[in-house]
């Protein structure tokens, strides 16, 4: 367990975390604070984030930056988190223990639902973020201008298609990965930094109005 960090304007270069054989004994990192801070070359996978502000964070040499198939609980992302990807799952490396995690994190979610709490603020979030279902939506605190839920059948529909400029659009590409994959749901990320804000927002508010993503 790592607890009680605060970092402000740090690179964090090299690290790695590691999924266990148990997913009861993974890296826990609680009552974390990293405020503006990069990452390069590190490696994150199988933890339980609990307790952590996330305010700002870039990649800036990697743009594969990846976060698999970790818990959270009462996790902030603010500010502007680029080039990024939350992933569900472990990585294809690690396939021998993905059934572990998933039924691991399936019941941290239950727990969380059952008990009225929260895994994943993203409503201060300043730019796009690529999210992949990493998280239930209904555990995810969120910003409804900008960021809007879809529903796995609503992306086997072809509604969504029909929006202009959707499809070709990263909004679309997400859509399609959910509709590929076999979560629930996912969550639109509109970047609010983007030059086509409006334009982005614009196509959520489409999805909405015609029945392809959740109302709010």
Request: aromatic share 6%; hydrophobic share 40%; charged share 25%.
């Amino acid at each position: 367990m790592i607890e009680g960090r605060e970092l402000d304007g740090y690179e964090l270069f090299g690290g790695r975390v590691r999924p266990v054989e148990d997913p009861a004994e993974r890296p826990i990192f609680r009552n974390i604070t990293l405020r503006g801070c990069a990452v390069r070359d590190c490696f994150f996978e199988g933890a339980l984030l609990e307790d952590v502000l996330i305010d700002g964070l870039t990649a800036p040499q990697d743009p594969h930056q990846r976060v698999l198939g970790c818990a959270f609980h009462r996790v902030v992302l603010r500010g502007r988190i680029s080039n990024v990807t939350l992933l569900p799952d472990l990585g294809p490396w690690h396939a021998g223990l993905q059934p572990r995690y998933r039924r691991a994190n399936g019941e941290h979610w239950v727990e969380l639902i059952s008990e009225g709490d929260w895994a994943l603020d993203i409503s201060g979030i300043t730019s796009g973020l690529d999210f992949r279902s990493a998280v239930p939506a209904r555990l995810v605190r969120r910003d409804p201008e900008t960021q809007v839920v879809v529903t796995a059948e609503q992306a086997a529909g072809a509604d969504w298609r029909s929006v202009p400029g959707l499809e070709k659009s990263l909004l679309g590409v997400q859509i399609e990965l959910l509709q590929s994959s076999d979560h629930r749901d996912t969550i639109l990320i509109a970047d609010k930094s983007a030059p086509d804000r409006a334009r982005q927002v614009g196509m959520l508010r489409e999805l909405q109005r015609i029945g392809a993503a959740q109302p709010d």
